[in-house]
T-cell receptor, first 112, second 115 residues
Framework: EAQVTQNPRYLITVTGKKLTVTCSQNMNHEYMSWYRQDPGLGLRQIYY???????DKGDVPEGYKVSRKEKRNFPLILESPSPNQTSLYFCASSRAGGNEQFFGPGTRLTVL | ELKVEQNPLFLSMQEGKNYTIYCNYSTTSDRLYWYRQDPGKSLESLFVLLSNGAVKQEGRLMASLDTKARLSTLHITAAVHDLSATYFCAVIKGAGGTSYGKLTFGQGTILTVHP
């Protein structure tokens, strides 16, 4: 089944404790992105990648890191999480050329 | 900076009625997307609109794009309860090439359909 998977789905952590949210897609898509969703703000893009080793900042990259070492994986790294990073995070992938994005199930992160 | 604004943000409809959600964006774009999100769920792609005058229909939903006015509409015909969800439009800034990676979403329209 074609899908985007994220792990973990739920995470409660404390300020300053490094964490990684994994994202994987099995559709051989070139593009992958990370978004955060907050009430009243819609989805905001954190980082995106157009292929292996090619990444760029979205609208809200501060406090996040990404890497794209393999085409199928695009992990999101929070080196020192803070409470304002409490949010619902979505990973998405798409074929090159402006096609629709396929979204993962989401990761609900709480930073205490 | 690209801004994408939807209105209304909240829409309460009676079953059987028609209504339109509007999506305005501030800079040139050649791609506009509509997504649906059910409560507690992920986003589902509804439409990809690729050019000026594009119109796409699926069931009771019809989306259109006017790139000159920088406006897209999502029209709901004879609403039913199953259409209750949050609807997002999203826009790529610019046209072609590397711009296709960067997507800006509207705030979302929460649609509730009542019997």
């Amino acid at each position: 089944e074609a899908q985007v998977t994220q792990n973990p789905r739920y995470l409660i952590t404390v300020t300053g404790k490094k964490l990684t949210v994994t994202c994987s897609q099995n559709m051989n898509h070139e593009y992958m992105s990370w978004y955060r969703q907050d009430p009243g703000l819609g989805l905001r893009q954190i980082y995106y990648s157009m292929n292996v080793e090619v990444t760029d900042k979205g609208d809200v990259p501060e406090g996040y890191k990404v890497s794209r070492k393999e085409k199928r994986n695009f992990p999101l790294i929070l080196e020192s999480p803070s409470p304002n990073q409490t949010s619902l995070y979505f990973c998405a992938s798409s074929r090159a050329g402006g096609n629709e994005q396929f979204f993962g199930p989401g990761t609900r992160l709480t930073v205490l | 900076e690209l801004k994408v604004e939807q209105n209304p943000l909240f829409l309460s409809m009676q079953e059987g009625k028609n209504y339109t959600i509007y999506c305005n964006y501030s800079t040139t774009s050649d791609r506009l997307y509509w997504y649906r999100q059910d409560p507690g769920k992920s986003l589902e792609s509804l439409f990809v609109l690729l050019s000026n005058g594009a119109v796409k229909q699926e069931g009771r939903l019809m989306a259109s794009l006017d790139t000159k006015a920088r406006l897209s509409t999502l029209h709901i015909t004879a609403a039913v309860h199953d259409l209750s969800a949050t609807y997002f439009c999203a826009v790529i800034k610019g046209a072609g090439g590397t711009s296709y990676g960067k997507l800006t979403f509207g705030q979302g329209t929460i649609l509730t359909v009542h019997p």
